[in-house]
């Protein structure tokens, strides 16, 4: 029996299984090694553990920690529960919007330390809050909800003298009757809308309720711009004739040659070039008809006019 072969075979095992061991060892380096890297990237942030009204307190078990990856970290988030909520209830935060289940809390939708929160805490810089008397028609049927932008229409006047104009564009609802929350997508019929207008438009909004009635025209989400309303007037929507063009009737003439009649139409308002180059036609045709009836009617003296003579022959035979 030959040893080499045998000595060969396990030589080979050997270097066979060695491979395996190191190939193992380095695919496990590989997978562990980004693990304790991501690990080490983790930050801890307060998140909403249960839904959270408008208006509501924040307390501790509202909120719950989440691993957050720190390279996609927002801004404005709390790492210490100390920060967002304290020890004194008569300082705990509100929320100034609704949070829902794992909801990052940031500090734009927190109040400050025992802050109230009202509709103020919604108005942007230099602007005011002001209310409009509305119905289900001049309200859009109920479809105007807080956060939308309208424009604001008056109807003023009586009979004739009615007419509309655009007073205001691109206005936002922040609140409809006493819901100022932007979560709602049902129709409600209110009976006031709160607007967030600058103080000159205020003004204006003021006396345009004194003056007539306001009506709502929600607009679209796309980006349009703004332009000057012209006023429309009840007079100009009532047309005294309707949209098809009236036609003028012309004056005819009627033609007798012979025992055949045709009648002329003559034009009115014709351009001269029109009337040198068509006019002589009509005349022709009346020449012939005076012709022909002064054949049949005697002729008639007309002072001042001398009439022109033609001879005529007349020749009569025997059978006459």
């Not at 049927?141 to 655009?166: E, H, K, M, S, Y």
Request: aromatic fraction near 4%.
């Amino acid at each position: 029996m030959r040893i080499r072969p045998i000595i060969t075979t396990f030589f080979g095992i050997a270097i066979a299984s060695g491979s395996v061991f190191l190939a193992k060892d380095h695919i496990q380096f590989k997978t562990t090694a980004p693990g304790s890297s991501s690990e080490a990237d983790l930050v801890e942030i307060f998140v909403a553990r249960s839904e959270i009204a408008f208006g509501q307190t924040i307390e501790k078990h509202h909120v719950t920690k989440h691993a957050w990856p720190r390279e996609a970290l927002p801004a404005g988030v709390f790492t210490e529960i100390g920060v967002l909520v304290p020890d004194s209830r008569g300082q705990l935060r509100r929320a100034k919007g609704r949070f829902y289940p794992g909801e990052v809390m940031l500090l734009s939708k927190v109040s400050n330390f025992g802050e109230k929160v009202t509709l103020v805490q919604k108005l942007g810089e230099n602007t005011r809050a002001m209310a409009i008397e509305v119905d289900a028609v001049t309200a859009v049927g109920g479809f105007v909800t807080p956060g939308d932008w309208v424009d604001i229409v008056l109807t003023q006047g009586a009979n004739l003298d009615l007419r509309a104009v655009t007073i205001l564009q691109n206005i936002r609802v922040i609140g409809v009757d006493q819901q100022s929350e932007e979560l709602s997508d049902q129709p409600e019929i209110a009976r006031t809308i709160t607007v967030e207008v600058t103080p000159q438009q205020g003004q204006r909004l003021a006396l345009a309720q004194k003056a007539g009635t306001l009506s709502l025209t929600l607009r679209t989400l796309d980006g349009v711009e703004d332009e000057p309303m012209e006023m429309v007037r009840l007079r100009d929507l009532l047309q005294e004739e309707g949209p098809v063009e009236k036609v003028e009737a012309q004056p005819t003439v009627r033609v007798n040659r012979g025992t055949e009649t045709e009648v002329v139409t003559i034009q009115r308002n014709r351009p001269e070039s029109e009337e040198a180059t068509k006019g002589a036609e009509p005349v022709t045709e009346l020449e012939s008809r005076n012709q022909t009836d002064a054949q049949l009617s005697p002729a008639v003296e007309t002072p001042g006019v001398k009439p022109r003579v033609r001879p005529i022959e007349i020749s009569q035979n025997s059978a006459q």
